[in-house]
């Protein structure tokens, strides 16, 4: 099969964790919607285009930073002298509260990315869209800019891999996944559940997501096998495609 094969960097990044409030913590690695919405944004996309990717990285350190943040009810009125701005809604005005916050941001990412769309015909205006974003690449926030060093096309197929084989990089490997080895490998790493696809209620307008893949963030040290059944890309790398 055809995939597209993306090396990137970013100075810091947050690729924020949903159930995180007090201090926004952030996924090790971006999350699989993360990873399409970019590409969505480069290639200029209005409407989902059905695809899987394989995530790999690693990053150098972490560190707490201040932001602002604005706490918005609709519900409550605005007061002066309780809230610090105010927004106009229906025949009044809705209170706003600014405060300051913490995030925690990634350092110095390496990231390496597969790419490989469900209707493969599609792939060469992917490739065309990363080359020549009509948006610039961004992973986590807005300001968390993606420097794309290498985007190419490459073979992935299935292959035998060497005795003691140990990851290149940190990874999402899916739970699913891991039990279509033969062989037995050792595991490490923390489990999540992540976000990947979703469609649009006609309704509402609203972002309905699908049932999250649960993927195990395995450290590149941890995972040793040899196993016939796992998908390589033509540079020798594993990809773990969700």
């Given at each position: 099969m055809k995939a597209i094969r993306i090396e990137a960097w970013q100075t810091m990044a947050s690729y924020r964790m949903p159930v995180s409030f007090i201090i926004k913590e952030s996924y090790p690695l971006p999350p699989y919607s993360t990873v399409i919405g970019m590409i969505h944004a480069a290639c200029g996309y209005q409407n989902y285009v059905p695809m899987q990717v394989s995530v790999q990285g690693r990053g150098h350190s972490s560190v707490s930073e201040m932001y602002t943040k604005?706490?918005?009810?609709?519900?409550?009125?605005?007061?002066?002298?309780?809230?610090?701005?105010?927004?106009?809604?229906?025949?009044?005005?809705?209170?706003?509260?600014?405060?300051?916050?913490?995030?925690?941001?990634?350092?110095?990412?390496e990231l390496l990315l597969h790419v490989r769309t469900e209707d493969e015909s599609k792939l060469d205006e992917v490739l065309n869209g990363l080359r020549y974003p009509v948006n610039y690449?961004?992973?986590?926030?807005?300001?968390?800019?993606?420097?794309?060093?290498?985007?190419?096309?490459?073979?992935?197929?299935?292959?035998?891999?060497?005795?003691n084989f140990i990851l290149p990089y940190d990874a999402y490997v899916p739970i699913e996944m891991e039990k279509q080895?033969?062989?037995?490998?050792?595991?490490?790493?923390?489990?999540?559940?992540?976000?990947?696809?979703?469609?649009?209620?006609?309704?509402?307008?609203?972002?309905?997501?699908?049932?999250?893949?649960?993927?195990?963030?395995?450290?590149?040290?941890?995972?040793?096998?040899?196993?016939?059944?796992?998908?390589?890309?033509?540079?020798?790398?594993?990809v773990f495609f969700a």
């Open positions: 604005y706490d918005f009810n609709p519900g409550i009125s605005y007061e002066e002298g309780r809230h610090q701005l105010k927004i106009p809604c229906g025949d009044g005005y809705r209170g706003v509260t600014r405060g300051a916050g913490r995030i925690e941001l990634i350092v110095d990412i690449p961004s992973l986590g926030r807005w300001e968390d800019l993606l420097r794309l060093d290498t985007v190419e096309m490459v073979d992935v197929k299935k292959e035998t891999l060497p005795e080895y033969k062989n037995e490998a050792v595991w490490h790493g923390t489990v999540y559940a992540l976000n990947k696809d979703y469609s649009i209620d006609q309704q509402t307008g609203f972002r309905r997501w699908s049932p999250r893949v649960r993927a195990r963030c395995a450290s590149k040290k941890s995972f040793v096998t040899e196993d016939e059944n796992l998908l390589m890309d033509s540079k020798g790398t594993p």
